[in-house]
């Protein structure tokens, strides 16, 4: 299965889901982008790192980089393999006296130890074709989205004709509310799975 290398594109506060934020991967160099619901310590965690704040105290995330680098084990990279139902599966790739090793992780903790770990961040092309939304360059909003497997559920959607959605789907990307872009990608997915 083909890896696709992934960066921090941002992060923003979520407006339907108390204390949850929007994390946005994007494929280097390239237009689409993969949103992630995740909660808010996990978002403080990756936030921390990513300003390069210094606690007084290390947090958990850097307490498992501590515990990992006293032991000899290093985290190679992060693997993104797995959306069902709406929610994202990762890997932890580690190496220790030169044995490789898979951890299964939330994606949320696997990106703020890969950001410790400085360490890439991939998910495979299956997975960005059913959950990733295409930017485009010049207008900077969402084109296309690729026909989905098992996207969650939104009633709120279902009034709306199919025309609708995808201008729905252009003005949230375009204002940056990858939240609801999430949402709005999962019922045009959902209908294109139910008419295919």
């Given at each position: 299965?083909?890896?696709?290398?992934?960066?921090?594109?941002?992060?923003?506060?979520?407006?339907?889901?108390?204390?949850?934020?929007?994390?946005?991967?994007?494929?280097?160099?390239?237009?689409?982008?993969?949103?992630?619901?995740?909660?808010?310590?996990?978002?403080?965690?990756?936030?921390?790192?990513?300003?390069?704040?210094?606690?007084?105290?290390?947090?958990?995330?850097?307490?498992?980089?501590?515990?990992?680098?006293?032991?000899?084990?290093?985290?190679?990279?992060?693997?993104?393999?797995?959306?069902?139902?709406?929610?994202?599966?990762?890997?932890l790739i580690c190496e220790?006296?030169?044995?490789?090793?898979?951890?299964?992780?939330?994606?949320?903790?696997?990106?703020?130890?890969?950001?410790?770990?400085?360490?890439?961040?991939?998910?495979?092309?299956?997975?960005?074709?059913?959950?990733?939304?295409?930017?485009?360059?010049?207008?900077?909003?969402?084109?296309?989205?690729?026909?989905?497997?098992?996207?969650?559920?939104?009633?709120?959607?279902?009034?709306?004709?199919?025309?609708?959605?995808e201008e729905m789907l252009?003005?949230?990307?375009?204002?940056?509310?990858?939240?609801?872009?999430?949402?709005?990608?999962?019922?045009?997915?959902?209908?294109?799975?139910?008419?295919?």
């Open positions: 299965m083909k890896k696709i290398r992934l960066e921090i594109v941002g992060m923003s506060y979520s407006q339907s889901q108390s204390g949850a934020y929007a994390l946005i991967l994007g494929v280097v160099g390239g237009k689409r982008r993969l949103p992630i619901i995740i909660g808010g310590f996990e978002a403080q965690a990756i936030a921390i790192e990513l300003e390069k704040m210094k606690p007084t105290r290390p947090l958990t995330h850097d307490l498992f980089k501590n515990f990992a680098l006293h032991f000899g084990i290093n985290l190679k990279e992060v693997v993104i393999n797995k959306f069902e139902e709406g929610i994202f599966y990762s890997e220790h006296d030169g044995i490789e090793s898979a951890i299964d992780s939330r994606t949320s903790d696997a990106v703020a130890l890969a950001i410790r770990f400085n360490c890439p961040i991939y998910a495979y092309e299956s997975i960005l074709e059913e959950a990733g939304i295409v930017m485009d360059e010049e207008t900077g909003e969402a084109g296309e989205v690729a026909e989905g497997k098992k996207p969650m559920r939104h009633t709120s959607y279902e009034d709306y004709l199919m025309e609708e959605l252009k003005k949230a990307v375009g204002e940056e509310n990858y939240e609801e872009a999430s949402r709005i990608r999962d019922e045009i997915n959902r209908r294109k799975k139910e008419s295919g």
